[in-house]
């Protein structure tokens, strides 16, 4: 039986090509020179200032830290559905973390539990743009301000997607990106640092070089930093694939599409939202089903892989993992955040590769609704 996959890249003769010439001529006085190109693309397609291209969207997401100076006596807020790179970070720089509960149709930060959870200590908060879906960024932002909070745009999901009228990735002090395989723009592994302000740009540079200032002697470090280098061939890879983004978007809202007709008179099962005024780019295309059916997601997961269908667990809530169960703020979240740890328990991703044809679609959507009614029959 050939598995319908859940993720997966499109790669093109153009991709082949740029990362081709890159190992043919990205050394010597042409090293680093695919990493400037795709930076300096990548931060004028989002309109930023400032992009560093990274091994990963989780490194992006420490260097931010590192460089607004967090330590013991701080609390960064973030969403409690999501994947523990937003959070881990966090701990990296000695921080606490805290989970605040999601929006019901968004899935992503609530506004109203990010004001509760604030505190005296709360220094920055990390939103998520949760499988290409965008939180309340109007509220969010003024709440920010108001209190003094740094916002950092995890937008790893999110490439393409748009919030009245801004891109993914222009929100915030900072946003960082993902560019794992699974990712609609894809680099194999790696990420993105971006922003507007000069000066974090800089400290984040120096971080990201093992310590080094460009104005210092060679091999002469300032302090201890990170090796977070994305390589040339990852850098022409993703320069090709940004150059086709608008058709890789396309590709991900047609496979969307197919889902909806499909599922269209389906009870009891809920796709990723798009508020007015929003662009969802819908990195994975993801179904919550309504409690009455009486199914978790790890035993729909097993029904379905039964049929060849590969899928992932909507992410359990964060305050829920094993790694956080000697945090105290751990026993408080899950208490607080009814809506992630409902939502959470019953949604699973379904095949959402660039591959994927629309009869195969319609064969993963008719095995869902009887796996759903087999159940509810029993």
């Given at each position: 039986?050939?598995?319908?996959?859940?993720?997966?890249?499109?790669?093109?003769?153009?991709?082949?090509?740029?990362?081709?010439?890159?190992?043919?001529?990205?050394?010597?006085?042409?090293?680093?020179?695919?990493?400037?190109?795709?930076?300096?693309?990548?931060?004028?397609?989002?309109?930023?200032?400032?992009?560093?291209?990274?091994?990963?969207?989780?490194?992006?997401?420490?260097?931010?830290?590192?460089?607004?100076?967090?330590?013991?006596?701080?609390?960064?807020?973030?969403?409690?559905?999501?994947?523990?790179?937003?959070?881990?970070?966090?701990?990296?720089?000695?921080?606490?973390?805290?989970?605040?509960?999601?929006?019901?149709?968004?899935?992503?930060?609530?506004?109203?539990?990010?004001?509760?959870?604030?505190?005296?200590?709360?220094?920055?908060?990390?939103?998520v743009n949760l499988y290409g879906g965008?939180?309340?960024?109007?509220?969010?932002?003024?709440?920010?301000?108001?209190?003094?909070?740094?916002?950092?745009?995890?937008?790893?999901?999110?490439?393409?997607?748009?919030?009245?009228?801004?891109?993914?990735?222009?929100?915030?002090?900072?946003?960082?990106?993902?560019?794992?395989?699974?990712?609609?723009?894809?680099?194999?592994?790696?990420?993105?640092?971006?922003?507007?302000?000069?000066?974090?740009?800089?400290?984040?540079?120096?971080?990201?070089?093992?310590?080094?200032?460009?104005?210092?002697?060679?091999?002469?470090?300032?302090?201890?930093g990170q090796k977070y280098k994305m390589?040339?061939?990852?850098?022409?890879?993703?320069?090709?694939?940004?150059?086709?983004?608008?058709?890789?978007?396309?590709?991900?809202?047609?496979i969307f599409a197919w889902y909806q007709?499909?599922?269209?008179?389906?009870?009891?099962?809920?796709?990723?939202?798009?508020?007015?005024?929003?662009?969802?780019?819908?990195?994975?295309?993801?179904?919550?089903?309504?409690?009455?059916?009486?199914?978790?997601?790890?035993?729909?997961?097993?029904?379905?892989?039964?049929?060849?269908?590969?899928?992932?667990?909507?992410?359990?809530?964060?305050?829920?993992?094993?790694?956080?169960?000697?945090?105290?703020?751990?026993?408080?979240?899950?208490?607080?955040?009814?809506?992630?740890?409902?939502?959470?328990?019953?949604?699973?991703?379904?095949?959402?590769?660039?591959?994927?044809?629309?009869?195969?679609?319609?064969?993963?959507?008719?095995?869902?609704?009887?796996?759903?009614?087999?159940?509810?029959?029993?």
């Amino acid at each position: 039986m050939k598995r319908i996959p859940v993720a997966g890249p499109w790669i093109t003769e153009k991709e082949i090509a740029y990362v081709a010439e890159a190992a043919r001529t990205a050394w010597y006085e042409n090293a680093n020179s695919y990493q400037r190109r795709f930076e300096e693309a990548f931060a004028r397609h989002l309109d930023r200032r400032y992009a560093i291209a990274l091994p990963s969207c989780t490194s992006a997401i420490h260097l931010a830290l590192l460089a607004i100076g967090l330590d013991a006596r701080d609390e960064v807020i973030v969403p409690e559905a999501t994947w523990i790179a937003t959070s881990a970070p966090i701990s990296y720089v000695g921080a606490t973390p805290v989970f605040a509960d999601i929006d019901p149709q968004t899935w992503c930060l609530s506004a109203e539990a990010f004001e509760k959870a604030i505190t005296p200590q709360t220094r920055a908060v990390i939103t998520v743009n949760l499988y290409g879906g965008t939180p309340d960024y109007q509220r969010i932002l003024e709440l920010a301000e108001r209190h003094r909070i740094i916002v950092i745009e995890d937008a790893a999901e999110s490439i393409g997607s748009v919030y009245h009228g801004t891109k993914a990735g222009g929100f915030g002090l900072a946003s960082v990106f993902s560019f794992h395989g699974s990712k609609t723009l894809t680099t194999g592994e790696g990420g993105m640092f971006l922003t507007d302000d000069e000066t974090l740009y800089k400290r984040c540079r120096v971080l990201a070089d093992h310590g080094r200032r460009p104005e210092d002697r060679v091999f002469w470090n300032a302090e201890i930093g990170q090796k977070y280098k994305m390589s040339s061939l990852q850098a022409a890879l993703g320069l090709a694939q940004l150059e086709r983004l608008e058709e890789l978007v396309a590709r991900k809202r047609e496979i969307f599409a197919w889902y909806q007709s499909a599922l269209k008179g389906a009870t009891g099962i809920t796709l990723n939202a798009e508020p007015a005024e929003t662009r969802n780019s819908y990195w994975m295309v993801t179904a919550v089903v309504d409690a009455w059916w009486g199914v978790t997601k790890e035993r729909l997961m097993v029904t379905l892989s039964d049929d060849g269908i590969d899928t992932r667990p909507f992410f359990y809530p964060l305050s829920s993992l094993p790694a956080y169960a000697e945090s105290p703020q751990a026993g408080v979240a899950a208490k607080r955040n009814p809506v992630a740890y409902e939502i959470c328990e019953r949604g699973i991703n379904l095949p959402s590769a660039m591959n994927l044809t629309r009869d195969q679609v319609e064969f993963v959507c008719d095995r869902l609704i009887a796996a759903l009614e087999k159940r509810a029959a029993a």
